[in-house]
C-alpha cells in the first residue's frame, strides 16, 4: 500500500555546488513546483515552474548542479543550473523576510520533458497544502510526515534515489496561528535534506473530533535540525570551555506559504514572456504557435505605447476581455500587465 503519490519523489533532485579542486558536492535537496497560473478553454492548466530550496543554498553559489533520472534506464543526467547573470545579478529569488529560509529559481520545466527526464513538479493549486489548508484539514501535533532529500550526499548510485523518512509533527499550532514562521518535525534530519520537502501521511482512521486524511500534500520546506547545545565550563574558572553541538532530532520546516511569497518576487519582475509549464506533454513552440493563432501578439515583449494605451483604456472602462482583444494578447497577460502597472491590487 503506497502513502506517497508516485509522482512526488520525482519531484526532489539533489542540488550540488562546485567543491575543492573542481569536484561537486552533493550538499542539499531542492524540489520542482508549479505555480498556478490559469486554465484554458480547453481545461489544461498553466503552471509556472521553480526549483525550491533554502535561501542558504543558494547564497554562496554562483552555479548549481541538479540530477534528474531519465525515464529510460539510463543513469541520472546532470544540469548546471546558473544563479547569476553575466553581471553577476542573481537569478534567484528568496523570500523578502530574511529570517524564513525559502528561495526559488525559475526554470523551463518544458526543457526536462523534452530530454525526457523522469521528473514532475508540485501543483501549488492541488498538491500544496498552505496553513490554512491545514487548518481546514485539521492537521495538528501527532499526525505523520514524511521528509523526502537527499542527506549527507546520499544521492543513489548511477540514478538519483531519494530518501524518505517518517516522523510526526511535533509543534505546529503556533505556524497555523501564524505566530511562528516554522513548525517542527520529529524525523533525523541532516546537512543535505536542506531544501528537501515534507509531506503529510494519510490516515483513515481518526478517533472523534479529529479528522483522518485521505490525501498526501506537500506541507513544508526543511530549513535544517534542531541543534542541541551543552557547554563544558572550566571548574577553576567559570568559563566556557568547549561548546558540544548535536543534532536533537528535530526538524525545522517553514510552511508552503513562503514559496508563494518567494514566487511573488520573481513575478513583480516579469511581464507575460516567462516560460510556463503545462500537465499535458507539449513542445513549447508548437503551444506558443497555437496561442498566437487567436492571440497574435502573445509572448511579445510589452512597448511603452502599448502599455500607455493599456491603462489609457482600462481607465476609460474598457473590460479585461475587451483589452485582450484590443492589443492581441491573452486575457491572463492584460490582467497581469494591469496588475504590474498598479491598476489592480
Request: net charge neutral; aromatic share 8%; proline share 5%.
Amino acid at each position: 500500500m503506497g502513502l506517497i503519490p508516485t509522482s512526488f519523489p520525482d519531484c526532489v533532485v539533489a542540488i550540488g555546488a562546485e567543491g575543492t579542486e573542481g569536484k561537486g558536492q552533493w550538499v542539499a535537496s531542492g524540489f520542482f513546483f508549479g505555480h498556478f497560473l490559469s486554465t484554458e478553454e480547453e481545461g489544461t492548466k498553466t503552471y509556472r515552474t521553480y526549483l525550491v530550496s533554502n535561501r542558504h543554498v543558494f547564497e554562496e553559489m554562483s552555479k548549481a548542479y541538479v540530477r534528474c533520472n531519465p525515464q529510460t534506464n539510463e543513469p541520472a543526467r546532470v544540469y548546471h543550473l546558473s544563479l547569476e547573470d553575466p553581471n553577476g545579478k542573481a537569478l534567484w529569488f528568496a523570500h523578502p523576510d530574511h529570517n524564513v529560509d525559502v528561495a526559488v529559481v525559475p526554470v523551463d520545466f518544458n526543457l526536462l520533458e523534452k530530454h525526457g527526464m523522469q521528473a514532475s513538479y508540485f501543483r501549488g493549486d492541488t498538491h500544496a497544502a498552505t496553513t490554512d489548508k491545514l487548518v481546514e484539514l485539521g492537521i495538528t501535533e501527532g499526525d505523520f510526515a514524511y521528509v523526502l532529500g537527499f542527506p549527507m550526499g546520499l544521492i543513489g548510485g548511477e540514478r538519483n534515489v531519494v530518501l524518505v523518512r517518517s516522523g510526526s509533527i511535533a509543534r505546529i499550532r503556533d505556524a497555523l496561528a501564524k505566530a511562528s514562521n516554522e513548525f517542527l518535525v520529529d524525523a533525523f534530519v541532516f546537512p543535505g535534506n536542506s531544501g528537501g520537502p515534507v509531506i503529510s501521511k494519510p490516515e483513515k482512521l481518526a478517533i472523534k473530533d479529529t479528522k483522518s486524511q485521505d490525501a498526501a500534500y506537500l506541507i513544508g520546506v526543511v530549513r535544517s535540525y534542531v541543534s542541541y547545545r551543552e557547554e563544558a565550563v572550566s571548574t577553576q574558572t567559570g568559563r566556557t570551555r568547549a561548546i558540544f553541538e548535536e543534532n536533537s532530532g528535530l526538524a525545522a520546516v517553514h510552511p508552503v506559504d513562503f514559496i508563494e511569497d518567494a514566487i511573488q518576487q520573481h513575478l513583480l519582475t516579469l511581464g507575460d514572456r516567462a516560460p510556463t509549464s503545462r500537465t499535458r506533454t507539449k513542445p513549447v513552440l508548437e503551444r506558443i504557435e497555437r496561442i498566437r493563432r487567436r492571440h497574435p501578439r502573445a509572448y511579445e515583449r510589452w512597448t511603452q505605447e502599448e502599455e500607455a494605451r493599456l491603462l489609457g483604456q482600462f481607465d476609460a472602462g474598457c473590460s479585461i476581455q475587451e483589452l485582450g482583444k484590443m492589443l492581441q494578447r491573452q486575457d491572463s497577460a492584460i490582467r497581469s500587465r494591469v496588475r504590474r502597472l498598479g491598476r489592480i491590487p
